[in-house]
């Protein structure tokens, strides 16, 4: 441990530790779920950490939230209703409200505190609260979604933390099928889904379970998130049975003006993997 450095350790990222100067710890909390943190960095902006682990700063969020949202959002024609999972700091809230065919969004967060902080401390990740299309509920995703009428949603999006923790469930296949079933006939699914450098066996197990639940396709897209363990992060992008959905080429672009990260040429590139990963995947 470096005196005045956050370090980011794991037994998920056993051997490494990816570290940030620290300027100044701006808040620290334990809500019901997690130990919540957020500091200043030196050359990152600020900076949530859930249980030690960075869930967001502010230099590279585009990267991630752009990502996790357009993938799915611009690989649909029209998509009206969209859930998301996780994302209480409202980042795929905002990047969700650029659709401007989406008509409702509902989010399910477990942790009211990570809500309150981004509000006070990312005002430029919480304005997506302020959408009068999104409804805010406070609670487990996995509970939420057993809930949901069969056939809700056009896209959900999973923007969850890693299965160490609250999150875990979100990665098992009981939660697939939940969300297989919110989704309509060609609906689509995009849910955070760690690195390949990393986590291949867990991309691995995602992928299978994946294949079973979803009748349509099972893709693995991916980018480069330089404060995520590794320096990459995936998502599992996946469509129900019904009207065939092809994630590589984007049915549905949107104006990409006002995004930093994502456009059509990087929507399709995502889609591209390293050998050793293709086989894996490909193999499930
Ligand atoms: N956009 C920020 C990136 C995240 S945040 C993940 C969110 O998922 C957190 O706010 C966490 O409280 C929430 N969460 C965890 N478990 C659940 C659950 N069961 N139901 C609803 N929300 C949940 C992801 C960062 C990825 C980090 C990669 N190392």
Same mark, same amino acid.
């Given at each position: 441990?470096?005196?005045?450095?956050?370090?980011?350790?794991?037994?998920? @990222? *056993?051997?490494?530790?990816? !570290?940030?100067?620290?300027?100044?710890?701006?808040? &620290?909390?334990?809500?019901?779920?997690?130990?919540?943190?957020?500091? &200043?960095?030196? $050359?990152?902006?600020?900076?949530?950490?859930?249980?030690?682990?960075?869930?967001? #700063?502010?230099?590279?969020?585009?990267?991630?939230?752009?990502?996790? $949202?357009? +993938?799915?959002?611009?690989?649909?024609?029209?998509?009206?209703?969209?859930?998301?999972?996780?994302?209480?700091?409202?980042?795929?809230? %905002?990047?969700?409200? %650029?659709?401007?065919?989406?008509?409702?969004?509902?989010?399910?967060?477990?942790?009211?505190?990570?809500?309150?902080?981004?509000?006070?401390?990312?005002?430029?990740?919480?304005?997506?609260?302020?959408?009068?299309?999104?409804?805010?509920? =406070?609670?487990?995703?996995?509970?939420?979604?057993?809930?949901? *009428?069969?056939?809700? /949603?056009?896209?959900?999006?999973?923007?969850?933390?890693?299965?160490?923790?609250?999150?875990?469930?979100?990665?098992?296949?009981?939660?697939?099928?939940?969300?297989?079933?919110? +989704?309509?006939?060609?609906?689509?699914?995009? $849910?955070?889904?760690?690195?390949?450098?990393?986590?291949?066996?867990?991309?691995?197990? =995602?992928?299978?379970?994946?294949?079973?639940?979803?009748?349509?396709?099972?893709?693995?897209? @991916? #980018? $480069?998130? *330089?404060? /995520?363990? !590794?320096?990459?992060?995936?998502?599992?992008?996946?469509? #129900?049975?019904?009207?065939?959905?092809?994630?590589?080429?984007?049915?549905? *672009? =949107?104006?990409?003006?006002?995004?930093?990260?994502?456009?059509?040429?990087?929507?399709?590139?995502?889609?591209?993997?390293?050998?050793?990963?293709?086989?894996?995947?490909? !193999?499930?």
């Amino acid at each position: 441990v470096i005196p005045g450095w956050f370090s980011e350790m794991s037994p998920m @990222w *056993p051997g490494e530790a990816h !570290s940030l100067k620290v300027e100044k710890i701006l808040f &620290q909390g334990k809500s019901d779920f997690q130990n919540v943190m957020i500091f &200043q960095s030196a $050359t990152y902006g600020k900076v949530l950490v859930l249980d030690g682990v960075i869930q967001v #700063t502010e230099r590279d969020e585009c990267a991630y939230q752009e990502m996790i $949202t357009h +993938l799915p959002l611009c690989s649909i024609p029209n998509p009206k209703k969209v859930l998301v999972i996780g994302g209480g700091d409202g980042g795929v809230l %905002r990047e969700v409200s %650029r659709h401007s065919s989406v008509e409702q969004i509902d989010i399910c967060e477990i942790d009211g505190m990570v809500v309150d902080v981004s509000k006070q401390y990312f005002p430029h990740l919480a304005v997506g609260f302020e959408d009068p299309r999104v409804t805010v509920n =406070i609670g487990d995703g996995v509970a939420f979604l057993k809930a949901v *009428p069969e056939g809700t /949603y056009d896209a959900v999006i999973v923007d969850s933390s890693d299965p160490i923790g609250p999150a875990q469930e979100l990665f098992e296949k009981p939660f697939f099928e939940s969300v297989s079933k919110a +989704l309509r006939p060609g609906g689509v699914v995009c $849910t955070q889904a760690e690195s390949i450098w990393l986590h291949m066996h867990i991309i691995e197990d =995602i992928a299978a379970n994946c294949r079973q639940v979803f009748k349509g396709s099972v893709n693995y897209a @991916w #980018t $480069t998130v *330089p404060t /995520y363990p !590794s320096g990459v992060i995936g998502f599992m992008l996946c469509s #129900t049975e019904g009207p065939a959905v092809d994630f590589k080429y984007p049915a549905n *672009p =949107i104006d990409e003006s006002k995004l930093k990260f994502y456009n059509s040429e990087i929507h399709s590139a995502a889609f591209c993997l390293p050998t050793f990963a293709k086989k894996v995947i490909d !193999s499930k």
